[in-house]
């Protein structure tokens, strides 16, 4: 079956996710974060992509993101999951795929969605068991100061 083909629009909002090759952990310690959002705000701002929140976890990502130009989306995250794949093949001395086959899109459609979205979000790190409150988990755009 053919994958389905999502058209990124200008001044769209996107529900942006991947997770490990069979589930398995994308992040071991806090310099692997680290380096992630790194890349992810620098090719944000290259291809003119706002990251309105984020939610890492050890084997997955949310990212929800605003596209501010008519391009952009496809680059940003194709290049942030590459340069991620070959610090992590590298630092631990593996070969291949890191993340589960192509990134997940789905539009953002309306404002009630996103709001469950960011909850849903938010929770996460606490349903996993790594914090008490979401504000406990450092990455989690819950504690970003661009926000």
Request: charged share 30%; with cysteine; aromatic share 18%.
């Amino acid at each position: 079956m053919p994958r389905r083909i999502l058209k990124f629009h200008e001044r769209g909002h996107y529900n942006i996710n991947n997770r490990g090759l069979q589930k398995k952990r994308i992040f071991f310690d806090k310099e692997d974060y680290r380096y992630f959002l790194k890349k992810m705000f620098k090719y944000g701002d290259k291809f003119s992509i706002d990251v309105v929140f984020y939610c890492l976890m050890p084997n997955h990502f949310h990212l929800i993101i605003r596209q501010n130009s008519a391009i952009g989306t496809i680059q940003f995250i194709s290049i942030v999951q590459l340069l991620y794949a070959k610090y992590f093949n590298k630092k631990y001395g593996r070969k291949g795929q890191v993340f589960e086959g192509r990134y997940r899109p789905k539009a953002i459609k309306d404002q009630k969605y996103m709001m469950q979205l960011i909850r849903y979000f938010m929770e996460n790190p606490v349903r996993a068991g790594l914090v008490k409150k979401p504000e406990d988990w450092e990455f989690l755009s819950f504690n970003a100061k661009l926000i």
